[in-house]
Structure formats: C-alpha cells, structure tokens
C-alpha cells in the first residue's frame, strides 16, 4: 500500500510456561511477489505497525484513504500463517497484512448521526458504519462495553473507552451490577445481553 521500512520485529507471548517470540521483518517476502507486514489494533480502535516502539496518536496511522481501504478488507486469518499470532488478515493485492489487537478488531469510534440515523462509526474510518441498536449494548466483566459489528469478524465490536463512559451514563443496573437497561433521549431500552453468546465463543470471561 506504501513504503515501509523493512525492520525486525518480534512479538513476545506467554504460551504455556515458557516465553516464545516471534520474530518477523516487516515487508519480509516468504515468496516471490509477496510482502507481509504485521499491524496492532488498541483498544480505542488505533492502527499502529506492530512493532511501533511508542503506541499512541502520534504514531498511528491517520490517513482516512489507507483506513477505509485496510479495514474494509479485514477479516479473520484463515491462512496457514501466523495464525495464533496474528488472528486477523488484510489483503491488499500480493500485499499480506497481518494484524492482532488488544481486545477486537472492530473498535467503533464515534457515535453520529448519518442520513437521521444513529450509527456508530468504525476504527477512525468514514465508510465503515453499522446502525446502533441500544438493546444490544453489553457490559463484559472487564467494564468494558460492547455492540454488534460485522459478521465475517465475530459479530461483536467494542466501543472505544471515552465514548463508553459516555454511553455508560445511562445505564441502569440490577442487583447483580450488570446493566439491565440503557436510556436516551428520554427513552429507555431494555437490554437483551444478545452479545453474551459471542463473548463466550470467543473465550471472553462474561
């Protein structure tokens, strides 16, 4: 998609009882005509070259043309590759981007209105978008919050810190401190905890 340096990257994992690393270069060529490249998705839905030394805005990738582009063509890794480490692929030609993330790939970023209606906005991006349903809305055992993404990438995005404090404001909670409802604009829904299901597919505690 565009030049990058080729630098050595390693990527440290707890695998049982013992440490493994790894090791991969950027822009590395397994075989002819194919570059791979290896990506890193926060946890407030930022895009950053995994091997990026300091994670944060300054070093994330910004323009608007290479997200639409990267997140429309992400998907689960369902090569022989780098799977364990690098569960997520976006291709791009013969160029092989490999990507993991602090949490979900999907991070919904901003909560606006589009053509009246209520949409919740992906990973920085301008055309990745999915109407927000507020009964979906689900609080993990983690505190954070969730809501239905796109189904080739488990159905499930998590909303990215300052705007679920935001949406947390109008939660209602039972007895048993989970969310049992969620008003807005006067109105109030009743949760479903529809998204308990993809949470516990995907080895989350709940």
Do not use: W
């Amino acid at each position: 998609m565009f030049t990058k340096m080729r630098v050595l990257g390693s990527l440290i994992q707890r695998c049982f009882n013992h440490t493994c690393v790894f090791q991969y270069t950027q822009g590395q060529t397994p075989k002819p005509g194919i570059r791979e490249y290896f990506y890193y998705i926060d946890h407030q839905g930022m895009l950053f070259l995994d091997d990026a030394r300091i994670k944060n805005f300054t070093s994330c990738f910004k323009e608007l043309k290479f997200l639409n582009f990267f997140f429309q063509r992400l998907k689960i890794n369902d090569t022989e590759c780098y799977q364990k480490e690098f569960p997520y692929l976006s291709l791009c030609g013969r160029e092989r981007n490999y990507v993991r993330c602090d949490d979900l790939p999907v991070v919904f970023t901003a909560l606006e209105v589009v053509k009246e209606k209520l949409v919740l906005r992906c990973n920085f991006t301008n055309n990745l978008i999915v109407d927000f349903q507020p009964t979906k809305l689900f609080m993990g055992s983690s505190g954070r919050i969730y809501h239905p993404g796109p189904d080739k990438l488990h159905g499930i995005g998590l909303i990215k810190s300052s705007l679920a404090i935001e949406l947390s404001h109008g939660f209602t909670f039972g007895d048993n401190g989970h969310p049992t409802h969620f008003s807005m604009k006067s109105l109030c829904y009743k949760l479903d905890s529809s998204l308990k299901r993809n949470m516990i597919d995907l080895g989350r505690s709940v």
